[in-house]
């Protein structure tokens, strides 16, 4: 069986084929039906019975027991509601998703399945999993993560003071050291909950805690209980370094081994279950190559050819040669707004910092070595390595964890929040 990334399950959940439940015309013709109106667009029946046939198979095959009939068809067609809110958000905001987007995440995916980017239809066939339809859906979930991306993670701040914190927390909480395989349950409540509704929450927590130590399947507890996002996945968010938890989380998964499961986790507006699946020792020193460099760029214009640019270029590493200074002849010459004013310098600079025709220039070169002329994507370019050195960047990656660890920490509530309100403003008339 082909084995497909976690980041793109949704996508592949919808594609599998699979026996529909059609309503047929007294002519024997397939007729579709609406399943609920959304704004300005509707959820086909269609949609819904395949999600129903296609998550019925998966826990048959997983051995996962799923809520009675109703209580499924309930879960799924709000879900297919939700997408189709979102996706009309997308469509206002003008989001769109290019092919070389989505063939970007079909390669990624052939690299993690140690195939080829080609092969992929035939692999996908054999599986029984129609390639037009694969790519349709991998670019709504692509879009879904665009939209979130912007609409909520973007407006996600920190405060220095959230920032001193978590750096502090990092350097004495032992979670910090493991990354953790991790599945949740959330059980929401609303903005104002009274009391009752919080203790009525808390509850049914402790009751899924209480079936889960009598052995009963985290998984299907999740699909049946939860509401989150993840919920039909079983409650699964793969993979987190110990920095990217949840702050609400990452106290209390520290003290757990594989296999363990939290005491309710109040949040503000819910209360979550996390089990430990496995963990694994995270490395904590970091070090990379880092090199300083200056260049002139000559960008090419209605004026200026490639010709042109490339012979300034010339000129400029005889001046050099015969003794000017590269920094004053890069404040004449160069386009680099960002470098002009500093003589070309750079700054010191680690691997992916610059585009591929740059780099591989920057890297066959030696310490005070001028290059040839070149060209990249921005225009014509000669460069000279003034040091190399290699870099602790520890600290750095530390504050880069803690940034998204603080912004991590907000993104499920905040998420949750966000999808509510688009629901609560959007008209919803369900016809079945």
């Not at 609406?34 to 019975?49: E, F, I, N, W």
């Not at 890297?363 to 290699?390: C, N, Q, T, Y």
């Not at 960047?393 to 660890?405: F, I, P, S």
């Amino acid at each position: 069986m082909f084995k497909i990334n976690s980041l793109y399950a949704a996508a592949i959940l919808a594609v599998a084929p699979f026996a529909l439940a059609e309503e047929l015309s007294s002519t024997g013709e397939f007729i579709d039906g609406v399943a609920a109106v959304v704004d300005d667009g509707v959820v086909l029946k269609s949609q819904l019975t395949d999600q129903i046939a296609l998550i019925t198979r998966r826990a048959e095959t997983e051995n996962i027991s799923l809520p009675p009939p109703a209580e499924l068809r309930e879960q799924l067609l709000e879900r297919l509601i939700l997408t189709e809110v979102q996706l009309q958000r997308a469509s206002r905001m003008g989001l769109r998703i290019s092919d070389q987007m989505v063939n970007e995440s079909i390669g990624r995916i052939a690299d993690q399945n140690g195939v080829k980017f080609e092969d992929m239809p035939a692999i996908l066939a054999a599986d029984g999993i129609d390639y037009a339809k694969f790519r349709r859906d991998l670019r709504e979930e692509i879009t879904l993560e665009q939209l979130r991306r912007a609409d909520v993670g973007n407006r996600i701040g920190y405060t220095e003071r959230e920032l001193e914190m978590c750096i502090a927390d990092l350097e004495d909480n032992v979670a910090i050291n493991s990354d953790y395989n991790i599945s949740n349950i959330t059980l929401s409540m609303p903005e104002s909950a009274s009391g009752a509704v919080i203790e009525e929450t808390l509850a049914e927590a402790e009751l899924i805690i209480s079936r889960l130590k009598d052995g009963a399947d985290f998984a299907a507890l999740a699909i049946r209980y939860s509401d989150a996002q993840n919920a039909l996945d079983g409650g699964a968010l793969g993979w987190l370094k110990g920095e990217q938890l949840p702050s609400l989380y990452i106290n209390l998964v520290g003290e757990l081994g594989a296999g363990d499961v939290t005491d309710p986790i109040r949040a503000p507006n819910s209360f979550h279950i996390v089990k430990v699946n496995d963990l694994r020792s995270a490395v904590e020193q970091s070090q990379i190559d880092q090199v300083l460099v200056r260049h002139i760029l000559v960008t090419p214009n209605e004026i200026i050819d490639d010709e042109t640019a490339q012979q300034r270029l010339d000129d400029a590493l005889v001046r050099i040669g015969e003794g000017e200074d590269f920094g004053e002849i890069a404040k004449l010459l160069s386009d680099d707004p960002g470098s002009a004013n500093l003589g070309g310098e750079m700054g010191w600079s680690g691997p992916g910092t610059f585009v591929p025709e740059f780099e591989e220039v920057v890297d066959a070169a030696e310490i005070g070595e001028l290059s040839e002329p070149f060209k990249s994507r921005f225009g014509w370019h000669i460069v000279e390595v003034m040091d190399k050195r290699v870099y602790d960047n520890t600290e750095d990656v530390k504050r880069g964890n803690c940034v998204a660890k603080i912004r991590n920490s907000k993104m499920e509530e905040e998420t949750q929040l966000w999808i509510q309100r688009l629901r609560d403003e959007s008209y919803v008339d369900i016809r079945i």
